[in-house]
C-alpha cells in the first residue's frame, strides 16, 4: 500500500510541474502579443496572437527557430492568405533565428521577430 501512495505522489508532482511549465509558456506568449499590439486566441490548433488580418506565432524555445519550422508555420490552414509573423523568444542570449529559417522567411514572405528578455520584460506593468 505504501507503494501506492509513493507513486500517487510522483504523479501529482509531475503533473504540477507540467501545469507550471505550460502556465510560464502562456504568459511568454501573452507578453509577446503584447509587445506585437495583437490580442492573444492561443490554443491547441490555433496562431498565438491575431486580429483578423495579421497572425503571429510565437515560439519559446531554447535553441533557435529553424527552417522547418518556419514552413510548417507558414503550411497551416490558419496562415493562408494573411500576413504572417513568427516571433521567437529565445533563453540564453542565443540568436533568436537560424540562417537557413531566415533564407526561408525571405521565400514564403513571413515576418521574423526576434523578442529578447529585455523586450520582453519592457512589456510587464510596474508596481
Do not use: Y
Amino acid at each position: 500500500m505504501t507503494k501506492k501512495k509513493q507513486t500517487k505522489k510522483k504523479q501529482t508532482k509531475t503533473a504540477v510541474t507540467k501545469r507550471r511549465i505550460l502556465k510560464t509558456a502562456e504568459v511568454v506568449e501573452k507578453e509577446a502579443c503584447k509587445f506585437l499590439n495583437l490580442p492573444h486566441k492561443g490554443g491547441p490548433g490555433n496562431p498565438d496572437c491575431t486580429d483578423g488580418a495579421v497572425v503571429a506565432d510565437v515560439k519559446n524555445r531554447a535553441r533557435p527557430v529553424d527552417a522547418s519550422t518556419i514552413r510548417q508555420v507558414a503550411a497551416t490552414k490558419w496562415a493562408q492568405d494573411k500576413p504572417l509573423i513568427v516571433a521567437s523568444t529565445p533563453k540564453g542570449g542565443v540568436n533568436p533565428f537560424t540562417p537557413g529559417a531566415v533564407k526561408a522567411a525571405e521565400e514564403l514572405g513571413v515576418t521574423l521577430v526576434g523578442l529578447q528578455k529585455e523586450a520582453r520584460k519592457s512589456t510587464k506593468k510596474k508596481r
